[in-house]
């Protein structure tokens, strides 16, 4: 989202005058932030009143950002809002233990099943492959996928680095503006592998992870484009993620 020159000038009257009347207009402008960074963590208006309470979490950070932003920080206030709107729905999702016990050791038996079985066949397995291992239908795979999709697997998911300590995905891409050198070598080096990881994916699943992360598509639009359900886009990206999580993790090429 692309701030009008009246926008920027009433960004810059409120942080001068906090005025009510301004905060209350700007919220308003921004409001499909809100939806906007749902739908991109995979969650739909089908989901009624739960729907409903992270639109009310949202709006409280986006509130926070209109509150807290600061012309100086050089950064246009749409990223600034989607990154405290995205915060304070995460953080609510984990208070409520979004997923169900159940649906979370399901979500983890296929990303472990996923490393194991990329390791043996030295390449990316099929949801038949998986549900075989584990013993599971194949339509309870593909909802543990749909599960796994809602926030718990995207860049952010936490990934080993070596036996004594981890990172995410998306902390390799982002930019913190470190100085270190050693840390430098080792960002640049992680990129590497993310890039190569990235090209040992089905055709399929590059183009799922490019719609999503630099398209900046949510699923829904995703899933238009490919010609499937949210449901299945949902799957798609979850594979995608595991699938990169367990090339990264062993090392294998496919092909």
């Given at each position: 989202m692309t701030i009008m020159a009246g926008?920027?000038?009433?960004?810059?009257?409120?942080?001068?005058?906090?005025?009510?009347?301004?905060?209350e207009e700007l919220v308003l402008r921004y409001v499909s932030l809100v939806h906007f960074v749902l739908g991109r963590l995979g969650i739909s208006q089908d989901l009624g009143n739960d729907y409903e309470d992270m639109v009310n979490q949202g709006l409280i950070g986006l509130i926070e950002a209109v509150d807290?932003?600061?012309?100086?920080?050089?950064?246009?206030?749409?990223?600034?809002?989607?990154?405290?709107?995205?915060?304070?729905?995460?953080?609510?999702?984990?208070?409520?233990?979004?997923?169900s016990r159940t649906a979370r050791h399901r979500t983890r038996d296929i990303r472990q099943a996923i490393t194991i079985l990329t390791e043996r066949y030295q390449r990316t397995p099929s949801d038949a492959e998986l549900a075989e291992?584990?013993?599971?239908?194949?339509?309870?795979?593909?909802?543990a996928l749909v599960d796994s999709s809602r926030v718990l697997v995207s860049l952010d998911a936490v990934i080993d680095v070596d036996d004594e300590s981890e990172t995410s995905l998306y902390d390799t891409l982002a930019d913190d503006d470190?100085?270190?050198?050693?840390?430098?070598?080792?960002?640049?080096?992680?990129?590497?592998?993310?890039?190569?990881?990235?090209?040992?994916?089905?055709?399929?699943?590059?183009l799922v992870l490019s719609l999503y992360y630099y398209e900046e598509l949510t699923l829904k639009e995703i899933g238009e484009?490919?010609?499937?359900?949210?449901?299945?886009?949902?799957?798609?990206?979850?594979?995608?993620?595991?699938?990169?999580?367990a090339i990264l993790k062993t090392g294998v090429k496919n092909g």
């Open positions: 926008e920027a000038d009433l960004l810059t009257r409120f942080v001068t005058t906090h005025s009510p009347e301004l905060r807290r932003y600061d012309p100086a920080y050089n950064t246009q206030f749409s990223t600034y809002a989607t990154v405290r709107i995205r915060g304070k729905v995460l953080d609510y999702l984990r208070s409520l233990d979004w997923l291992h584990l013993g599971m239908d194949i339509e309870k795979v593909q909802q470190q100085e270190d050198p050693f840390e430098q070598v080792a960002r640049k080096d992680m990129q590497t592998r993310l890039i190569e990881a990235l090209k040992e994916l089905p055709e399929r699943e590059q484009v490919l010609g499937v359900s949210e449901s299945r886009a949902c799957q798609l990206h979850a594979r995608a993620v595991m699938n990169l999580q």
